[in-house]
């Protein structure tokens, strides 16, 4: 058996099935991404007239969805993977429906702590994808994903936005429950991959070559990638105010936007580019998001601006898709639900840690502080990818005699 027949597909799992998983994980986003940025709206309705517990209650599921990945991705390695994922998405109505019924302060926090222990739908969507597929299939799959999660970051806002003139943001939460229930729905039609004990036979007859990147490398690019870009989103409104006063709601959120909507147009040309090496991308994608973050700091007009933002994209789409690409390669022989699971606690993690040095940073040095913060970060993954004795799998690989 050649290494080409096992990275096709399984049998009975083709392009439709990734897609429905694609657009199953879109729909289910929606409340999770689009309602957020309105916490200083919802919260006054519960009692917090000021708002100001808006930036705990923001990370609130992210904490404990990081938490609550692993053990997610080890019982869907053991129970099933399609199963986990409709739990995913069940999980998610049932805490949609608790947000958009609370009542009180405290019943919508325990509402935000279910949402992030019994989501998880992009972990177990990809645990499940990486049963069933392996090599280019896989990593082209995870790439689609990470479209549907830009999509869904990009339009879910300008939704929730447009829905406020008829339904507060807050009860809006119950009747997007009804989104990941459709998806549970869908998805429940769709195969269970095959066990994993019959990929890891396939994979020793092979005699398959070593993963590109050791796990532990994966993790760390994983962790330094989230920080480095999730770190200057909280802040970014309030740059584009203070270098250019004025500035129109839509402008900035099209700002904003700017780098998700690199990634869905230039997503699948960079993976047909770097599928073959991305250790080449990974590190050109973090000397974009270094020298784009850079350029925050000091561009002062519009022109600058969308320049550094597309240069962020271009930094974000090669980092994506590079990782994608890193990924798909561990998991092949492995446990996909757990390698994924982890995966997710390392991306939350740099989310949580990214959150907490903008905030940091930008009450102690302005609104610039958590681009220049990013892009640091950026730099310093750049030069410890260049260190073989930092990274030293992004260096050496053992090839297999032809």
């Not at 990009?154 to 003139?165: F, N």
């Amino acid at each position: 058996m050649t290494v080409q027949t096992l990275r096709m597909p399984r049998t009975g799992f083709g392009r439709g099935h990734v897609q429905a998983v694609a657009g199953c994980y879109f729909v289910a986003s929606f409340a999770a991404l689009g309602l957020p940025p309105y916490l200083t709206e919802i919260l006054p309705e519960l009692g917090d007239h000021g708002a100001r517990w808006a930036g705990v209650l923001y990370i609130v599921p992210t904490v404990f969805g990081a938490l609550g990945a692993p053990l997610w991705g080890r019982l869907a390695d053991r129970f099933g993977r399609k199963r986990l994922l409709l739990r995913a998405q069940l999980g998610l109505a049932v805490s949609f429906l608790l947000a958009g019924w609370a009542d009180s302060l405290a019943t919508f926090t325990v509402a935000l702590v279910l949402q992030g222990i019994l989501g998880g739908t992009f972990a177990a969507s990809n645990g499940y994808l990486g049963a069933a597929l392996e090599g280019p299939a896989l990593s082209r799959a995870l790439t689609l994903m990470q479209g549907s999660a830009r999509a869904a970051l990009v339009v879910a806002p300008i939704v929730v936005g447009s829905l406020s003139g008829w339904l507060s943001p807050h009860r809006q939460y119950a009747l997007l429950a009804v989104l990941p229930l459709t998806a549970a729905l869908l998805l429940a039609a769709l195969p269970e991959p095959e066990p994993v004990e019959q990929r890891e036979t396939k994979r020793e007859t092979a005699g398959d070559t070593p993963p590109v990147v050791s796990l532990r490398t994966l993790y760390a690019l994983e962790f330094a990638f989230v920080f480095s870009t999730v770190i200057s989103f909280p802040y970014l409104i309030a740059l584009v105010d203070d270098r250019l006063p004025g500035t129109s709601p839509a402008l900035s959120g099209v700002l904003f936007a700017l780098p998700h909507l690199v990634y869905l147009v230039a997503a699948l040309a960079v993976h047909a580019a770097f599928r073959s090496r991305p250790r080449a991308g990974i590190a050109l994608g973090f000397a974009c998001i270094a020298l784009g973050l850079a350029g925050h700091g000091v561009a002062d007009s519009l022109t600058t601006l969308i320049a550094v933002r597309l240069l962020l994209g271009a930094g974000l789409t090669l980092g994506l898709v590079c990782l994608s690409v890193l990924a798909a390669d561990c998991a092949r022989g492995r446990a996909p639900g757990g390698m994924f699971g982890t995966l997710e606690f390392f991306s939350k993690a740099g989310a949580v840690a990214a959150g907490v040095a903008a905030a940091a940073g930008s009450a102690r040095f302005g609104p610039a502080a958590p681009v220049l913060i990013g892009g640091a970060a950026a730099a310093v993954t750049v030069v410890a990818a260049a260190l073989p004795s930092l990274f030293p799998t992004l260096h050496h690989r053992t090839r297999r005699s032809r």
